[in-house]
């Protein structure tokens, strides 16, 4: 369902709505901007896009190109062998996506620059894996108004003990 959070996240932050997605998925980063953050289920921690950076050491503008590059197994993203989260940042770094970097794959030295060279045909096929499409035509109204955690906490509190959330 991740395009749902695309399309939805998406429109929401071209209406300049604050939104949080809470999840424990890393694809979703790609998603954050100035109007979008992750909120990780898995350590509790908050990624805006200064967050993502000092994480993933990219943008999010880049993650898709990440994943890519190291691949993700949950999501039959194959990657290129021994490439890992170090590599694909660095490379990242210096080259703008997957695009500028094959074009320049000759520049890449050693075993690893060989990987690579070997994995450039699979390389539009993860990055387009990777890709959270933004575009999904989905039935979403965003209310008129709508209303801020602050308000409802205790209501909140209480409802998620009823269905036994416990963290």
């Given at each position: 369902?991740?395009?749902?959070?695309?399309?939805?996240?998406?429109?929401?932050?071209?209406?300049?709505?604050?939104?949080?997605?809470?999840?424990?998925?890393?694809d979703?980063?790609?998603?954050?901007?100035?109007?979008?953050?992750?909120?990780?289920?898995?350590?509790?921690?908050?990624?805006d896009?200064?967050?993502?950076?000092?994480?993933?050491?990219?943008?999010?503008?880049?993650?898709?190109?990440?994943?890519?590059?190291?691949?993700?197994?949950?999501?039959?993203?194959?990657?290129?062998?021994?490439?890992?989260?170090?590599?694909?940042?660095?490379?990242?770094?210096?080259?703008?996506?997957?695009?500028?970097?094959?074009?320049?794959?000759?520049?890449?030295?050693?075993?690893?620059?060989?990987?690579?060279?070997?994995?450039?045909?699979?390389?539009?096929?993860?990055?387009?894996?990777?890709?959270?499409?933004?575009?999904?035509?989905?039935?979403?109204?965003?209310?008129?108004?709508?209303w801020?955690?602050?308000?409802?906490?205790?209501?909140?509190?209480?409802?998620?003990?009823?269905?036994?959330?416990?963290?």
């Amino acid at each position: 369902m991740p395009f749902q959070y695309g399309s939805t996240a998406g429109r929401a932050s071209a209406a300049n709505r604050e939104t949080v997605i809470s999840t424990g998925d890393k694809d979703l980063a790609q998603l954050v901007d100035a109007h979008v953050t992750l909120v990780n289920t898995m350590d509790n921690t908050k990624l805006d896009r200064a967050g993502v950076q000092a994480k993933f050491g990219v943008t999010p503008e880049q993650i898709a190109d990440y994943l890519a590059l190291i691949g993700d197994p949950i999501d039959n993203i194959p990657g290129i062998e021994g490439v890992g989260p170090k590599t694909a940042a660095k490379w990242l770094q210096q080259y703008a996506d997957v695009a500028d970097l094959k074009a320049n794959a000759a520049q890449i030295m050693g075993k690893i620059g060989d990987r690579l060279r070997a994995a450039l045909d699979k390389l539009d096929l993860s990055k387009e894996l990777a890709t959270i499409h933004c575009d999904v035509p989905i039935r979403f109204e965003l209310p008129k108004r709508y209303w801020h955690v602050d308000e409802y906490a205790t209501a909140i509190d209480a409802l998620l003990d009823d269905l036994e959330f416990r963290a």
